[in-house]
Nanobody
Framework: EVQLVESGGGLMQPGGSLRLSCLFS????????MTWVRQTPQKGLEWVSS????????YSAPSVKGRFTISRDNTREIVYLEMNELKPEDTAMYYC?????????????????WGQGTQVTVSS
């Protein structure tokens, strides 16, 4: 059984940085593509970034491209989301999910495994 546990969220001022982590437990981490999504009551679910199982291919949403970087360590079975130049509109609950490469919120909803989320709040 796959379990995902996110950590690293918190309160940050605009322009600051945070690094989210997602710890995977289960079998065959290196066969799963990994995705970060975020959710707010106002905007709903938003796909943020995905990375291929091998770690060499990744995609990010235009809203975060150039500011957020997804990466993974297949030895430690962890996925990271490095978030820089944070903006108030980045405030959301961030979830890690495992399955296939999801390129938008529609496909993200079909991902098979989800963590419980970690809250990120960007405010001065």
């Amino acid at each position: 059984e796959v379990q995902l546990v996110e950590s690293g969220g918190g309160l940050m001022q605009p322009g600051g940085s945070l690094r989210l982590s997602c710890l995977f437990s289960g079998l065959n981490f290196n066969t799963y593509d990994m995705t970060w999504v975020r959710q707010t009551p106002q905007k709903g679910l938003e796909w943020v970034s995905s990375i291929h199982s091998g770690g060499r291919v990744s995609y990010s949403a235009p809203s975060v491209k150039g500011r957020f970087t997804i990466s993974r360590d297949n030895t430690r079975e962890i996925v990271y989301l490095e978030m820089n130049e944070l903006k108030p509109e980045d405030t959301a609950m961030y979830y890690c999910a495992a399955d296939f490469m999801a390129g938008d919120a529609f496909y993200a909803l079909m991902l098979g495994y989800w963590g419980q989320g970690t809250q990120v709040t960007v405010s001065s």
